[in-house]
Structures are given as C-alpha cells and as structure tokens.
Nanobody, 125 residues
Framework: QLQPVESGGGLAQPGGSLTLSCVAA????????VGWFRQAPGKERKAVGC????????NIAEAMKGRFTILRDNARRKVYLLLTNLPPEDTAVYSC??????????????????WGQGTQVTVSS
C-alpha cells in the first residue's frame, strides 16, 4: 500500500517561501496523481492543488493561484509544492495524497486513496 511521506515544513516569515516535498515510502510516487491539502487548527481540510501522474495537468485552488506551484520530477519520484508570499493565514498542516490516474487530478479529497501524515507549516514573525 502506498505511503506518502511529506517533508520541508517549518517556520517561515510573512512574505517568505517554503518548498514541500512528497515521496512514497516504496518509491513509486511516479505512478500516481498527487494532491496537496491543508488543515489549520479548528478548521476543515482544504484543497491546495494537484498534479496528474504525467505532470501535464495541474490545478491550484483559486485562493492560492499565483502564490503556490506544484511540480513533479518522476525521475526522482518526487512531487513538490512551492509556497511563496506566505501570510500567517497559510499556517496549517500540509498533507500529500495520491490516487492512480494517468490523465488528470482532482481537488476532491474523497477521490484520494493514500494520505501522508502531513508536515507543519507555520508563518510567523
């Protein structure tokens, strides 16, 4: 069973940047479409963005367009979430998820079969 593993979280200054990474414990993430979601304390989980298995299709949630980017390197079997121009409101646990689909991805969390534990992003001065 696929087990996504996130890394790269930490403390960022307002206006700063972070790059999160997602890999699979069995090194097979290149076979999956990947989504990123986040959950702030006391709030519901929200979609951040997704990327198809091939990398040809991406979708970023409207509120984050222009600031967040999703990339993948299938040779390294990694997916990246680039966070820029961070305000404190972006503080949350960011989780990587996956499902098998070659052509598209989705911001619907119910479609994803596999979830990582998440990595904490804190934006504070």
């Amino acid at each position: 069973q696929l087990q996504p593993v996130e890394s790269g979280g930490g403390l960022a200054q307002p206006g700063g940047s972070l790059t999160l990474s997602c890999v699979a414990a069995d090194n097979t993430l290149d076979l999956y479409s990947v989504g990123w979601f986040r959950q702030a304390p006391g709030k519901e989980r929200k979609a951040v963005g997704c990327i198809s298995q091939s990398g040809q299709f991406t979708n970023i949630a409207e509120a984050m367009k222009g600031r967040f980017t999703i990339l993948r390197d299938n040779a390294r079997r990694k997916v990246y979430l680039l966070l820029t121009n961070l305000p404190p409101e972006d503080t949350a646990v960011y989780s990587c998820s996956a499902f098998q689909n070659s052509y598209k991805c989705t911001l619907n969390s119910e479609i994803y079969d596999y979830w990582g534990q998440g990595t904490q992003v804190t934006v504070s001065s």
